[in-house]
């Protein structure tokens, strides 16, 4: 049974950090790309960060760029999304995807960031 977890979410004030993980199972996690998007309410969900397989190549969102960070761990089928210097326009409930060759894709269930004073 394929599953994705999410983790990690919270509030935090604008300025400050949070880290999210998410935990693969039931499928070859290393053969996946791994990403996190985000969801605010009233707007289409947005890729924020992906990372290819083996070789970690990276690419971010403009919007997170330099905030953000996306990094996985092979041995424990689990990647993280760093955030750093948090915005209130980061509120978003944010999920974790793997995706196979085009073809195959699944979903975390979500966690929520809230960024507010």
């Known amino acids: 049974q394929v599953q994705l977890v999410e983790s990690g979410g919270g509030l935090v004030q604008p300025g400050g950090s949070l880290k999210l993980s998410c935990v693969a199972s039931g499928f070859t996690f290393s053969r996946f790309a791994m990403s996190w998007h985000r969801q605010a309410p009233g707007k289409e969900r947005e890729l924020v960060a992906i990372i290819t397989t083996t070789a970690g190549s990276t690419n971010y969102a403009d919007s997170v760029k330099g905030r953000f960070t996306i990094s996985r761990d092979n041995a424990k089928n689990t990647i993280y999304l760093q955030m750093n210097s948090l915005k209130p326009e980061d509120t978003a409930v944010y999920y974790c995807?793997?995706?196979?060759?085009?073809?195959?894709?699944?979903w975390g269930q979500g966690t929520q960031v809230t960024v507010s004073s």
């Open positions: 995807k793997a995706a196979y060759m085009g073809i195959v894709n699944y």
